[in-house]
């Protein structure tokens, strides 16, 4: 499995914090790393030059959504993912996993995979392990994900059933992977439960993968949990390859994966909380309806230098989301995702000077987490 | 009312077609132009850096929204309309009537002004010459409108009513501005009727204005009753100041507008198209979201130089429409927008090399305006 497109260097580890560089054919990820989310094929309401302004590197996508729509051959005849969607650097798609088991009643599993609805007309379709690998080498990104199941993070038994079961898959998606310019990464499951998370460490390592994933956690269990988890996984995964924590990317989330050993996070946070006219900063969230900003001269954030700040007022942004423009969410999705950039920018810098350990202590005490995810 | 801060060098003529540079306070706008419309202080989807990649000079907003939300205080205070909503070259305000007397049911009209219901709450307003000039003169535009009664374009006498009333409050809107730093437009009114075009063009142009503007067309005549009226007004105004047909946008209009003397132009089509998925070419319309471009790789149109065309396939941007991302309205609007920048751009070319009679022919006979407006 070991393949040449694609190698991590590790520039430094401070604690548990490390720093290194991700080679992929589509450019280097310098890691830690955020990764905005563009389950679409578009980082919703940015274009990629503004996301490239960003100094964003890494985009997921999301194999379900691309799957049903516009679907997965389209995409390969326009070029693959990269060229469809004109983003020139690194891309990952998850396994569409995630997406099928969140349907809830429009699923049903079985040994060999699972049976779902489309949430778009109903129709039936069927996922395995090698039905997704096949679609995510179509769809080319340069990292794909095994597929697993993800279950209620606080039921042990079924916790155990279906990291096994995601063990099983983990062999068949290994098998069915044949593109060389692809990472296949593999994803650790067990819930909240410390045995489970240090036996499927221990197993999906056994596989020589150019990189691993936490997946199942930012899904309802505490953060204590969720630290905990990561505390049991990080230190039984190879030092020597790349570590994702799927779905996570609140500013603290961020600090506390890094300072626990995780290189690479995406989420749809940034975008999400824009659409809704929330602003993340380094100190909490600033909801931009609020009235107090109706006069507010200020930029969003002071210290900020995105488009956004540089450009306007809290009371003209405050103004377009009064007034239900999309411009709103442009300019919050810039902000949002230059503030999550900035911070990974900022941690990669400390972990190099050796001084993570004061940088998220420092950031955490001044955060306001209150607002929650 | 001669005011130093404006002046308009007509550059070159060629049959009634003009090229000029009309200079304000924030920069020259090149004539003939076409303004995009930023109805609540932005123009829909598109931030002002990629207005300023389009190379849009003058950007046109509505009074009566910006009135009602945020106010007019509130921009004044932010700095006025130009530091609120960031854009650094010409801006335009209309007066606020045609928005008022389009709410129908919802306004009143006597010989002082127009009372009228707020269509965001239902609270209770008031419109005067007086008052539209003040919260004009408090929004800062560099051209502002006077206050006019807009009639619907077929009854003779109401039209008639209608533009001595205009001529009334156009003595009184004079009387009110007190602002040097911006140029007040008058407009001419008569619907389809020559004789009260060439009166009200008569009249409006008695006062030495730094431009005119031709009010009441294109909102349901034909269109050969809107070159007549062309014909027979552009003439009676003095050929050393801008002519500005209002609200008026598809490419055949502004060509055969710039054939008739107008100068400036201004609509919601291009982005309103945009946000249906419509994109506007040099030969028609094309709707992105017909299903013989799911597959098709090809930009936009070969021949265009936006961001879109140089970046994404009509496949792509039809994907976009269908999963209702908001990137494809800004994509789109992008899109239409240097469509009609261009068209003027090379309108102005030929004018200045004295071939705007073929350059129109060519045009025309090429264009298939069969989906209207």
């Known amino acids: 499995m070991t393949n040449n497109n694609f190698s991590f260097e590790l520039l430094a580890t401070d604690g548990n914090a490390r720093a290194g560089i991700f080679h992929t054919p589509h450019g280097p990820i310098l890691t830690p790393i955020f990764a905005p989310v563009g389950t679409q094929a578009t980082v919703k309401s940015v274009t990629p030059a503004q996301l490239e302004e960003l100094e964003a590197s890494l985009v997921l996508a999301n194999t379900y959504h691309l799957y049903l729509r516009p679907g997965a051959e389209l995409v390969a005849e ?180 890094i300072l626990r050993g995780i290189d690479i996070f995406d989420c749809v946070l940034p975008t999400r909380l824009a659409r809704h006219g929330s602003a993340m900063t380094f100190t909490g969230r600033m909801n931009l309806l609020n009235a107090v900003y109706a006069q507010d001269p200020r930029p969003i954030d002071e210290s900020c230098t995105c488009y956004a700040c540089r450009t306007f007022s809290r009371a003209y942004i405050r103004h377009l989301l009064m007034a239900k423009e999309m411009l709103s969410g442009t300019l919050l999705s810039i902000h949002n995702i230059h503030v999550l950039e900035r911070l990974v920018r900022e941690a990669r810098k400390a972990i190099l000077s050796r001084k993570y350990a004061a940088f998220a202590k420092n950031f955490l005490s001044n955060y306001n987490g209150k607002a929650g995810n």
Request: glycine share 10%.
């Open 78 to 257: 326009m070029g693959g993912l990269h060229r469809f969607m004109a983003w020139p650097k690194p891309i990952l798609t998850d396994s569409g996993g995630f997406q099928v088991f969140s349907l809830n009643e429009l699923r049903k599993i079985d040994e060999d995979g699972v049976t779902f609805k489309s949430h778009i007309d109903g129709s039936m379709h069927r996922f395995s392990p090698e039905i997704s690998i096949g679609i995510q080498e179509k769809l080319g990104a340069d990292i794909i994900m095994a597929f697993d199941e993800c279950a209620n993070p606080t039921d042990y038994e079924y916790n155990r059933l279906a990291m096994e079961r995601t063990h099983r898959w983990l062999e068949r998606c290994v098998k069915a992977k044949q593109r060389q310019d692809q990472a296949l990464f593999g994803i650790v499951q067990g819930g909240i439960f410390a045995d489970l998370r240090a036996e499927s460490a221990g197993y999906v390592s056994s596989f020589d993968l150019p990189g691993y994933a936490i997946g199942g956690l930012s899904v309802g269990e505490t953060k204590a949990e969720m630290h905990a988890m990561l505390e049991v996984t990080t230190p039984l995964l190879p030092a020597e390859k790349p570590r994702y924590l799927m779905g996570v990317g609140s500013p603290e989330d961020l600090v506390n994966g």
